[in-house]
Structure formats: structure tokens, C-alpha cells
């Protein structure tokens, strides 16, 4: 018993900070532990105290993440279909891509445009650089990428790439930039934005996601494989196989442990990156076609384009938290970087949908 007196001393330290260490909290969270660990460990008395501390971890996170909510905290209207969207730093603006090639530059302050953009070409995604003063476009039929100073709520120039520029990717100062229609993706340099390499693949070429550590971009190629591309050499290692949407995103964890795709079947298919082989997968709902994760790796979100709802899965168990109605036809999702907010793009309302992530109790 004095075992599990200790285990418990140590859990207090090492997970207090998930949630206001409160008596009020420790009294919710451990009382009940202390008579589930007492029986486990007159059933087990061999229990080692590494797999005890295990368990104990496991029971708090998942008490922590049900302290947590996502509500609706505004939604912004517009006169045009959101194709997605950026917010700065300070959670005070947003730059959107809108389905009439327009760009703009919304105050949420004052809750208005304060600038807008004339683009040709079919703007798509948006990237913000290191540094998040500056971001880039991709032009789907324009054949290049725009740079965009979000500070001074400007155009600066753009930049010919190649065909359908869609996700972007980040490896130090170095730019990737998927190049669906040609089948490739293209290695940028940080200062003129021209590419330095590009990196061919044998199908149609959807999503993109880089794991910087481990050096590897990972690309969903053709519907049935994903490509494995080394970021030091600029060359494709291999592949593995992965039945995946037919436009599916790709989204890496902040630890680089897993790698998300959406499947044909309505479904986010997580997958180890250390074994490159699927591990688990769970149904989102229908017509998923986004996915983002937060900076703290806790939550996955999916857009669920024919319920107008937000999925949120906890991306350690991949099991569903909750889904959150939103607007109508939500295409797009991104999170802010303190990962207070997340923002979705509803194209079916002409509206962007923005979540607070809170205490349960607020």
C-alpha cells in the first residue's frame, strides 16, 4: 500500500497541470482512483509500479479532456462562400479565402472587412509563414502562389509554380507545395519562393503533411498508398499502402506519433508513423473533408460536410469527444495558436463558425 501512497504523490505533481489543482479537483479525480488502484492491486499484487503510474495517467488524461468543451463563441457572416481561412497571433484577425477569388482581411474587433483583394487564378489554402507575418495562396488554375503581409493587409507578389497548388507544408525555411494536377510536390526556397526541387509520384497527388524531427513529408498518392519523401535529400524513400479519401488531408501530431487520414468510408483512419502501418480507425460521420489537430496534440477535429457538424475526437484513444453543429457544408478547419479557438469554414452558409475551447463549467 505504501506502493500506491507513493504512486499517488507522484501522479499529483506529474498531471496536476492538467487541470486548476484545486481540492475541489483532486478530490473528483483521485478519490476514485485510490479504490480502483486499491482492488487492482490486491488482485495483482505483482503489479509493477510503472504499469500502476500507467494506468493512473491514462484514467487522469481522460478525466482531464472531459473538463474540457467546445462551444460556438461567434459566427462571422460574409456576401461569399469561405474557402478557408488564418488568424493571426493575437486573435484579433482573419484572412479568408472566398469563393469568388476574393481575399479578405476581417477585424474580428470591429466585426467587419477591413480590406479586401481582387485574386485571380482560384485561390484555395492558405499558409502562414515562420514568423506569422506573412502568408501564402495557392492559385488552383493560375498556375503560381501569392505573398500576403498580414499586417499591412496587403499583396506583394506572386510567385509561378506549376499547376494546382493546394497544401503547403513547412521544414525550416523551406516551403512544400502540393501540385495536385501534375503529380508532384514542389520544394520552395524560404526567401524568393521559386522552386528548388520538385518530387514526381505515378497517381494523382491529395494530401500533404510534414513531420520535421523525423525529416520525412508524407503525401496521399492515388487513393491506395501513401509516399514517403526525405526532406535532407529532397527524394522519395518509399511508400506504404493506405486506402484513403479521394481528396483527403493529411495531419501529423505535434509529437510525430501518428499520422490522420480520412477514408472512403466516412471514417478517420489513424496510423503509426514508427511502423508506417494503420493502428486504429473511427467513424466521423458523413461527408468528412477536413481535419485539424491541436497544438497541444489532445484534440482531432473532422468537418462533417453533410451534417453541417465539427467532430472532435481525443487524437490519443481516437475516440469521439463530442460533434458540434456549425454552419451548412463545412469544408475547412484551422485552430488558433494558443489553441483557444477553432475556426471552420461553412460554405453551403456563407458563414466561418468559431469554437472556444473552455473549462466545462464555464
Keep these: 500500500m505504501c506502493r500506491l501512497k507513493s504512486g499517488m504523490r507522484s501522479l499529483d505533481r506529474r498531471v496536476g497541470h492538467m487541470c486548476p489543482p484545486s481540492p475541489a479537483w483532486r478530490h473528483c479525480v483521485f478519490a476514485p482512483l485510490r479504490y480502483v488502484l486499491r482492488a487492482l492491486l490486491r488482485s495483482q499484487p505483482c503489479l509493477g509500479a510503472a504499469a500502476t503510474f500507467q494506468f493512473v495517467v491514462c484514467l487522469a488524461s481522460s478525466s482531464a479532456l472531459a473538463q474540457e468543451t467546445h462551444r460556438v463563441f461567434t459566427t462571422v457572416n460574409l456576401d461569399s462562400a469561405p474557402v478557408s481561412c488564418a488568424i493571426t497571433p493575437n486573435n484579433a484577425k482573419l484572412v479568408i479565402v472566398t469563393e469568388n477569388n476574393e481575399l479578405l482581411f476581417y477585424d474580428l474587433r470591429q466585426g467587419r472587412p477591413i480590406n479586401r483583394l481582387r485574386l485571380d487564378g482560384t485561390p484555395l489554402f492558405l499558409h502562414l509563414l515562420p514568423g506569422n507575418k506573412l502568408a501564402l495562396v495557392g492559385h488552383w488554375n493560375g498556375r503560381k502562389i501569392s505573398l500576403l503581409d498580414l499586417y499591412g493587409n496587403r499583396f506583394i507578389r506572386s510567385v509561378f509554380v506549376a499547376g494546382a497548388p493546394t497544401y503547403f507544408g513547412q521544414f525550416g525555411k523551406e516551403i512544400l507545395v502540393l501540385l495536385s494536377r501534375e503529380q508532384k510536390v514542389a ?12 518530387v514526381v509520384f505515378d497517381a494523382a497527388a491529395t494530401g500533404l503533411a510534414v513531420a520535421a524531427r523525423r525529416q520525412r513529408a508524407y503525401v496521399a498518392v492515388g487513393m491506395r498508398k501513401v509516399a514517403v519523401v526525405d526532406l535532407a535529400s529532397r527524394k522519395l524513400v518509399r511508400t506504404f499502402d493506405l486506402v484513403t479519401a479521394r481528396d483527403t488531408p493529411l495531419v501529423i501530431d505535434p509529437a510525430e506519433r501518428w499520422l490522420f487520414a480520412l477514408s472512403p468510408r466516412n471514417s478517420v483512419v489513424r496510423v503509426s508513423l514508427e511502423e508506417e502501418k494503420e493502428n486504429k480507425r473511427i467513424s466521423t460521420g458523413s461527408g468528412p473533408s477536413a481535419m485539424g489537430i491541436s497544438a497541444d496534440g489532445k484534440y482531432l477535429y473532422a468537418t462533417n460536410g453533410l451534417e453541417g457538424k465539427l467532430a472532435i ?8 469527444l463530442d460533434q458540434v453543429s456549425v454552419g451548412v457544408r463545412p469544408s475547412w478547419v484551422t485552430i488558433s495558436h494558443d489553441d483557444r479557438y477553432v475556426l471552420v469554414c461553412n460554405r453551403g452558409s456563407r458563414t466561418i463558425s468559431i469554437l472556444e475551447r473552455m473549462a466545462a463549467s464555464q
Excluded: I, M, V
Excluded at 313 to 320: G, K, P, R, S
Design 187 to 198: 520544394f520552395l526556397s524560404g526567401y524568393s519562393f521559386r522552386p528548388l526541387k520538385e
Design 313 to 320: 475526437f481525443d487524437a490519443e484513444n481516437l475516440t469521439q
